[in-house]
């Protein structure tokens, strides 16, 4: 599959390489976070904010395992905001968008010589009812990971996990101005009209996943 690998290639082409400590990544982070706060752009308030980022050294099994494999382990550590939420859970923490928008994040990268290396990241956005999809998931796997197989290593999840499309690597403050100000509808979306496909697409899906073990079966699952 040659022009897969030069697609995935393509998406890859930029650094994600820069100056610093991982502690200088996690005050950047937070730094841009509080000054959406500050404008209201977020409804999180700065002190939650503060509770919210965090710096460890920790890591799942899984995710232990693909740093290892790819040789990436040694001064590895990731810089999350909120919890981990598959589920989609409002009950988990997470930070809160001024239009009811939500989502949390983590990004994985390793330290040496006084650079910061991005390994791997998820940024995760749910949107209000009505913005066209459910969540937007950004993805970047760790170098070489086996869950790279058959999948571009960076892509996007629009509204389904299951449905994957390539995306250009981005800096953590790129993502983040993504989630806090660029991820909305569109401000004429009012004066635009539904298809009737689209109405039954909706439809359809609707009752799909209403006789598909219900919504806690699809939690369950995702």
């Given at each position: 599959?040659r022009e ?24 950047t ?6 000054e959406?706060?500050?404008r ?10 503060y509770?919210?980022?965090g ?25 999350t ?8 859970s ?83 403050r790129?993502?983040?101005?993504l ?28 009752r ?14 995702s």
């Amino acid at each position: 599959m040659r022009e897969f690998d030069e697609l995935q290639s393509h998406v890859l082409q930029r650094s994600l390489v820069q100056a610093g400590s991982a502690k200088d990544l996690m005050r950047t982070v937070r730094n841009q976070l509080l000054e959406a706060s500050d404008r209201t752009k977020l409804s999180t308030p700065p002190q939650d904010v503060y509770g919210l980022v965090g710096l460890s050294d920790e890591f799942t099994p899984t995710l232990r395992k693909a740093l290892q494999c790819a040789r990436v382990a040694l001064g590895a550590f990731v810089v999350t905001g909120g919890e981990k939420n598959r589920g989609r859970s409002k009950d988990l923490r997470h930070f809160k968008r001024s239009d009811g928008a939500w989502f949390d994040f983590s990004i994985v990268g390793r330290g040496y010589s006084g650079f910061v290396e991005i390994l791997a990241y998820t940024y995760e956005i749910r949107l209000p009812v009505g913005h066209g999809a459910p969540f937007v998931r950004f993805d970047l796997n760790v170098p070489d990971g086996a869950n790279q197989e058959g999948e571009l290593r960076c892509h996007v999840h629009i509204g389904s996990d299951d449905v994957r499309i390539p995306a250009p690597t981005m800096t953590p403050r790129e993502m983040l101005a993504l989630f806090i100000d660029g991820i909305c509808a569109a401000s004429n979306r009012d004066g635009r009209t539904r298809t009737a496909f689209e109405h039954q697409w909706f439809a359809e899906s609707h009752r799909m996943l209403a006789g598909d073990s219900g919504v806690d079966g699809l939690r369950e699952r995702s």
